[in-house]
């Protein structure tokens, strides 16, 4: 008889023990797993985002070129100017908000620049794209011979909105 079982009841301490680590293991697959899709979800999500505040940057960019008065720069030279336009009597918004890069979080945006001017903005990220292909067409691609994308080879540019523009009508 083995030490700790009752008289007369079989020893099944280690199929129970067994039973239990089996189960704790299948649990902590399930919640791993489970992590994993929220944290491709949420990827996913930021990607999205950074599709859209790229964008809103460069119709912003490309609304400031296009309301240049004669003989007024036509690209601003900070981010802020799209908050506030000062070159005409009544100041113009281009933009509502300075948005932040959905993927670094930050405020801090690289900008494609063309002279001293900005015509364009993209994330500091060195983080792999998702969405390697089929791109928005308000994205251009830093480096098309490119295959693994970075989340800084994506440029938001307003010369790209112009020309879209102009091909859409």
Known sequence: MRSGSAPGQP?????ALMFVL???LAATLASTALISSAQMARSREREADLFFVGQQYAVAIA?????????APNYPRRLD???EDNRFPMPVRHLRKLWRDPITDSKEWGLVKLGDRIVGVYSLSQRRVIRQKDLPSAVAVADENKSDLRYSDLHFLALNVAVNAATSQ
Request: hydrophobic share 45%; charged share 15%; glycine share 16%.
């Open 22 to 24: 089996v189960l704790l």
């Open 81 to 83: 100017e799209l908050l």
């Open 63 to 71: 609304r400031y070129s296009r309301a240049s008065p004669a003989g």
């Open 11 to 15: 020893a099944s301490g280690g199929f």
